[in-house]
């Protein structure tokens, strides 16, 4: 059976440096904010040629601490993906903000920046953009719009570690960006974690005390924070990663490149220009037959995922958040996408046999 994905097989080449950071952090006695996550914060910001970098509980954390961050009016509007995992939203809407769904291009899955202007108000505070599946958005038209319109800018890069647009690395164009830290990720933890990015010292000291129950110095706070830190034995394993993230990043793209030449043109594939340095934290296809596809993989042995199945304006949890109008073009993505294996505990020779397999179908 070929896994979509076996996260030991996919550590197992870091299981030694692992140890050591874990019997590092066990001997030093501290584990809650001391040098690990220091040290990971400067050393990921320094990979993004960026300031600062703050630590956080998990992904969803980085978007509604970033997002609190900015002290927007309460139910300001904030543009974002109709087809983005329901994280995105969720942040907006914790934070007690209006989400404003703008559709994807159906070429790219990323949001259409042809398509955002028309939703921009009086009210429209910032926009939250996503680079799904590892494909950076189209950076150049949305920088013009947020300067056009004087908006804020928030990336989640939950997908999109080490990407480029313009060999400009994601997390860097606007105020303020957030990372997740979730296992399966390319930069992924041995469990929850997720972290924000600015340049921004304010932004990055309002988020700080967030993290930490409002606070700067232990027992004084200053605004009203909550408990949302980065776990040093996470930060030790993502310093021993963060070293081996371009080697993961090329065996990802080495793979999508198998899957982009020998691939049936039967099948969607996702779309690849010199603009765009993808790292394929999911290699997505689509057909009009996708879940008697995925049922006909499993019975080859070959397991996949489907990255989303049920777009955000139809979740139960969106009812009189979301309504009242249409996204043809999310619902027709979600329909018929397929994840394929694509990890960095694959080898060549399973994607050969994936893809062997899929042509036949």
């Not at 952090?25 to 990921?44: A, H, M, P, Q, R």
């Not at 309460?74 to 934070?95: D, Q, R």
């Not at 776990?231 to 982009?260: C, M, N, P, W």
Request: aromatic share 12%; net charge neutral; with cysteine.
């Amino acid at each position: 059976m070929i896994e979509y994905e076996n996260l030991g097989e996919s550590n197992k080449k870091f299981f030694s440096e692992y140890l050591a950071a874990f019997q590092y952090t066990l001997n030093s006695g501290w584990y809650i904010l001391g040098n690990n996550v220091k040290n990971f914060e400067i050393d990921f910001a320094a990979y993004h040629y960026s300031k600062h970098c703050i630590g956080v509980n998990s992904g969803l954390d980085a978007l509604i601490l970033g997002l609190r961050a900015f002290d927007f009016p309460p139910g300001s509007e904030i543009i974002v993906p109709s087809n983005t995992y329901i994280a995105t939203i969720l942040a907006i809407v914790h934070c007690g903000h209006k989400p404003v769904l703008v559709e994807p291009d159906i070429r790219t899955y990323n949001i259409d920046p042809a398509r955002i202007e028309e939703k921009i108000t009086t009210n429209t505070q910032g926009i939250m953009i996503v680079h799904l599946y590892g494909k950076p958005c189209e950076m150049d038209k949305i920088m013009e719009i947020k300067k056009k319109h004087n908006l804020v800018l928030i990336e989640d890069c939950a997908q999109s570690h080490g990407a480029k647009f313009n060999d400009v690395l994601t997390g860097t164009f606007g105020e303020l960006a957030a990372f997740s830290f979730y296992p399966t990720k390319n930069l992924g933890a041995l469990g929850d974690g997720g972290a924000v990015l600015t340049n921004d010292p304010k932004l990055a000291q309002t988020t700080r005390r967030l993290r930490n129950y409002g606070s700067d110095v232990k027992y004084y706070n200053e605004i009203v924070g909550y408990n949302s830190r980065l776990q040093e034995f996470q930060a030790g394993f993502l310093s021993v990663k963060l070293k081996h993230l371009d080697e993961i990043t090329a065996h990802k793209r080495k793979l999508a490149a198998i899957y982009d030449s020998e691939l049936s043109g039967k099948f969607i594939k996702p779309v690849t220009d010199y603009k765009h340095f993808d790292v394929f934290h999911i290699y997505n296809i689509r057909h009009p037959e996708r879940d008697r596809l995925k049922k006909y993989l499993l019975e080859n042995e070959i397991k996949t995922e489907i990255h989303y199945p049920e777009p955000p304006h139809k979740q139960k949890a969106m009812e009189g958040i979301i309504s009242g109008e249409s996204f043809p073009i999310s619902e027709e993505l979600h329909r018929t996408t397929l994840s394929l294996p694509i990890s960095f505990g694959h080898t060549e020779k399973d994607i050969y046999r994936i893809v062997e397999v899929l042509n036949k179908f």
